[in-house]
């Protein structure tokens, strides 16, 4: 079958689920509304694998509304405009809502999310929202205070095992046909390395039978097997675990290295695994005054341009702007002169404390003050050729400290000479004794 495991063993009634009876065990208030065909707004909150999807398509057969499915990652704004355009035909025909599911709908931006207010409140649709991410920070107030936020618990290693067991012996949406014969450790196998994700589990299932049936009949499958045949597993990817800061420190190495092409495979494989688009954008505005800075002051642009482009557009739109500024930091010169300045100006200030600034350019907006010398002797640069005059500004305890030090790459080259420029003006040199 070319339907993957995972969709076909999908369960359609509350009966066939397995796990999250908190939420909808016989009795339960989630259970009695739909089924009585009252359903209300839910945002469904849980890890990968937990039944999200599944539970979103149970309550609409339940309810015996139109169901339809929408992903925030593959689809955009003409997409959810069609979608509610149909709900809104719907709703005119038969006074019933549609209930729209929305999967990781934290990827859409708050102008995204706002669109669906109205037709909520219109009663058009019955938003079901799904997301791995806290809704507290990913869904915005509005939406929050119309839905019912229902948290799914990671699946027990017995329910694992339970759901990986019905998919081997069913004959009709199985394996049941197959005559596979799993032994209890590679079940116990299969249940560890799914990290409590139901559709790894399945998936992986899947995968290990069919190389086993083309090695051998009756087909075993053992955890040597699995091993075997698991070898290009895709790890689950935690935005919290070692991956994520691997992923991310491998972007911003390539973007310093200049390598363009690194760059864009390390940014889509941080996309395509889930990770927040705008933690990108916000290492890229750091990256583009940490490793560029003033080499090109327009890298930083670029970077606010992106995070600006994926707040106001959203996925999947808006990933190719993060792909333009990921291509332009590449390839811009590289500096860390500012970087270093930075440390350089901490360092001194925790070293050497806050000292007094000099009277010359003190604010004196007073008469006291005035008479206390503030501003006296200030030279008004405006009123000398070129806007210049040579002026003490630092403290007198660290004058003469240099701490932007530019490169003479890019930008920062036409900065250095003219640093250099004022600098032979500032202190001409002695003639030889």
Not at 143 to 153: K, N
Not at 247 to 276: C, P, Q
Request: proline share 6%; charged share 25%; with cysteine.
């Amino acid at each position: 079958m070319s339907i993957p495991l995972s969709e076909r063993m999908r369960p359609e009634k509350f009966e066939e689920m397995v796990g999250q009876q908190h939420l909808i065990g016989p009795g339960s208030s989630l259970r009695k509304a739909y089924q009585s065909g009252h359903p209300f707004s839910l945002i469904l909150w849980g890890p990968p694998g937990t039944g999200k999807t599944t539970l979103a398509g149970v309550l609409a057969k339940e309810a015996g509304y139109s169901f339809r499915s929408f992903s925030a990652v593959t689809s955009g704004v003409k997409d959810l405009r069609e979608v509610v355009a149909e709900a809104e035909k719907s709703f005119a025909l038969t006074g019933k809502p549609t209930i729209l599911f929305v999967d990781e709908i934290h990827r859409f931006n708050k102008a995204q999310q706002d669109g669906f207010l109205p037709y909520v409140e219109k009663g058009v649709i019955v938003l079901v929202g799904a997301t791995t991410q806290n809704p507290s920070f990913e869904i915005i107030p509005p939406l929050l205070s119309r839905a019912r936020v229902l948290t799914l618990r990671s699946l027990e290693r017995e329910e694992l095992r339970e759901i990986l067991e019905r998919a081997i012996n069913d004959r009709e949406s199985g394996l049941g046909s197959l005559g596979l014969k799993v032994e209890p450790a590679a079940l116990d196998y299969l249940v560890d390395l799914s990290g409590g994700d139901a559709r790894v589990a399945l998936n992986n299932l899947e995968s290990a039978a069919y190389h086993v049936m083309e090695k051998e009949t009756p087909a075993l499958l053992d955890v040597a097997a699995l091993e075997e045949a698991l070898t290009k597993k895709a790890l689950p990817y935690d935005k919290a675990g070692e991956e994520h800061y691997n992923l991310i420190s491998a972007f911003h190495k390539s973007l310093r290295g200049s390598d363009a092409h690194a760059s864009l495979y390390w940014l889509y494989r941080m996309v395509m695994a889930g990770e927040d688009p705008l933690f990108i954008c916000r290492r890229m505005i750091r990256f583009a005054s940490e490793d560029i800075g003033m080499a090109d002051p327009q890298a930083l642009q670029q970077a606010l341009a992106a995070f600006d482009a994926w707040e106001k557009v959203g996925p999947p739109e808006a990933e190719l702007a993060l792909a333009q500024a990921a291509v332009y930091l590449a390839s811009a010169p590289k500096s860390n002169a500012l970087y270093m300045a930075e440390k350089g100006v901490k360092a001194e200030i925790e070293s050497s404390g806050g000292l007094p600034v000099p009277l010359h350019i003190r604010n004196a907006p007073t008469r006291l003050m005035k008479q206390l010398g503030y501003s006296k002797g200030y030279l008004y640069p405006h009123n000398y050729p070129n806007g210049w005059v040579d002026q003490e500004y630092l403290p007198e305890k660290i004058r003469g400290r240099a701490f932007y030090k530019p490169s003479d790459r890019g930008f920062e080259r036409a900065i250095r000479q003219k640093m250099a420029e004022l600098e032979r003006k500032r202190k001409p040199k002695k003639p030889e004794s």
